[in-house]
């Protein structure tokens, strides 16, 4: 079996939001897989970077320039470099079948406290998600909790009748 041709996989990666930086796309991916397990998802966050080739594309869909450092705000510089890496998040389930890169960023040689930055700031979101959807469902094991507590405390109409 071959892969696509080119000009396909262009046409795929361009119906989806996948600029650099958090990907939406991908936490409301593992937000439907939470809602859908009754148990917490247990997942590794995987970081590596990757060379790529340093250049400067016209990009059509954003019109402007792509290949500069892009980090989500969190690196600003005077002068824009151009990328010699994409540095890519990567949650993995420890408990189903599933990777999902869940952001990335064009780097040029980023340094600790950069990367720290950037680790904590992905951490923090997908934390966020995860906390959500556990409240989501505590609201509902408490809401039924207490709609059993209540129906177990009102008296019953057989046993007043009877009396």
């Given at each position: 079996m071959s892969l696509p041709h080119p000009a396909m996989l262009r046409?795929?990666?361009s119906t989806a939001n996948c600029f650099p930086g958090f990907l939406d796309e991908s936490h409301a991916y593992i937000k439907s897989i939470a809602e859908q397990q009754e148990t917490a998802l247990d997942?590794?966050?995987i970081i590596d970077s990757m060379s790529i080739r340093k250049q400067i594309l016209w990009d059509k869909s954003r019109s402007k320039y792509a290949g500069y450092v892009e980090c989500?705000?969190?690196?600003?510089?005077?002068e824009p470099s151009v990328a010699s890496e994409a540095l890519v998040f990567l949650l993995v389930s420890m408990s189903m079948k599933f990777k999902v890169p869940i952001a990335y960023f064009f780097v040029d040689k980023i340094n600790s406290a950069v990367l720290s930055q950037l680790i904590n700031v992905c951490l923090t979101i997908?934390?966020?998600m995860s906390e959500r959807h556990k409240r989501r469902k505590t609201k509902a094991l408490v809401d039924k909790h207490m709609l059993d507590l209540q129906e177990a405390s009102e008296p019953s109409t057989e046993s007043s009748s009877h009396e």
């Open positions: 046409t795929w990666v997942c590794a966050l989500a705000g969190i690196v600003e510089g005077s997908t934390f966020k």
